[in-house]
């Protein structure tokens, strides 16, 4: 009966899932695929949303820069503030894993003082924020984190389905 159970719960969750599948493309050449997940989950006992980035690159580009990177951003479901980011990145001379813990309801770099506050984003919430519609974020200055470096950031529609994203740096201490 366990097994059933737990069949029964991964082939549910699965079904709650939306994933989305998008070609990276450098000068018309298909260089790499992107899988983008989003489902429901709970972290901290808080309805969340989980989004996860898959960056891998094309056969062809396995022999000339092989990408294989992995984001995943925890976010509040009821107020969009990020619980979680973690960060698996491989790359040609580069290799590197960033993670937050949440430490009553802050969230830092794991084994530094940088902190996500709330109402900030990163690009993957933002990106959802966006694609959700919800939010009207015409002449909104945001705050976007960035492993820990914050930029002061403007979306401005340009096109039907088409954004800008200005970014200005505002980290003096040049943490991140």
Partial sequence: MKNKFYIILC???????????????????????????????????KESIKIEYIVKSTNLMKWIFNVDNYYTTIIDKNNRNILHYSKRSIQPKVNNQISTIYNNGNVSYLGTDLH???????????????????????????????????YL??????DINTYDLDLTEININNDG
């Fill in 116 to 150: 996500i506050n709330n109402n900030d984003y990163n690009i993957f919430s933002l990106l959802y924020a966006v694609s959700l519609g919800e939010e009207d974020f015409k002449k909104k200055n945001i705050i976007i984190d960035r492993e820990g470096k914050k």
């Fill in 11 to 45: 082939i549910t969750s699965c079904l709650y899932a939306h994933t989305s599948e998008y070609e990276i493309n450098l000068y018309g050449l298909n260089v790499a695929k992107c899988k983008v997940q989003i489902k429901d989950t709970t972290l901290y006992n």
């Fill in 153 to 158: 950031g403007q979306i401005n529609l340009t």
